[in-house]
């Protein structure tokens, strides 16, 4: 199992602190690999806290260009200079916000692969394309479009996100979530076989009182937490579940 715990854009560096500390302290024996992503400028001070600890640190996005004239943007370098060891690409908010194109988001999965950086590629359908039976064939076209041929040093997780389920409180069903990730399984084995064993994540308002039942359902490999990872008992309490499944 793989948990992972996305802070987004929330706190200020003294909160971010003491939620990192609250995390090393807490985590206990034997919980499954843990990551947290925070805002890019938490980064520095968060990896002086995490050191030290089996947690790991990541970025919420990166650019796919090695360096130069991109202002605002962060490469991959520079995440690895700071002690990142995983970066969230594609995530539903960055290509609704900033327009990312699947295109784009091969480029960041590359990137992350050439600096040896865990990418956790975030792909999932809109409630529409749900609603009009699109889900699957959306899911797959990501897959497709986003994932490389060829994998080098880095691994790539994949984070299955519906969009409708992020922020809302609305949770998947076991049953949808059962037949999306065993067929991005499927996908996987067919098209990307050296990557077919990755991590399929599931995210979208997972909290630790229904993450027993996310982590219950085929070949869900952990969750990708977003809102409940910004407490560190909620977030302690979706590793406990994970423990337990
Ligand atoms: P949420 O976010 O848990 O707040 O729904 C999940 C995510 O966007 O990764």
Partial sequence: MFIAGNWKMNGTVAQ??????????????????TAIFPPAIHLAAVHDIIKDSPIFMGGQD???????????DLSVAMLADIGARGVIVGHSERR???????????????AAQSAGLGAVLCVGE?????????????????????????????SVVIAYEPVWAIGTGMVATVQDISAMHSMIRQWLQAHR??????????????????????????????????GASLKSDDFLGIIAAAMKA
């Fill in 16 to 33: 971010a602190r003491v939620l990192a500390q609250a995390l090393v302290n807490g985590l206990p024996d034997g919980a499954p690999a």
């Fill in 62 to 72: 990166c650019s796919s260009a090695e360096n130069g004239a991109h202002t605002g």
């Fill in 96 to 110: 609704t916000d900033h327009g990312e194109s699947n295109e784009a988001i091969l480029g960041k999965v590359k």
């Fill in 126 to 154: 809109t409630l529409d394309e749900r609603q009009s039976g699109r889900a699957e064939t959306v899911v797959q076209s990501q897959l497709a479009a986003c994932l490389p041929t060829t994998f080098d040093s880095g």
């Fill in 193 to 226: 076989p050296e990557i077919a064993d990755t991590f399929i994540l599931y995210g979208g308002s997972v909290k630790a009182a229904n993450a027993a039942d996310v982590f219950g359902a085929d070949e869900v490999g952990g969750a990708l937490v977003g």
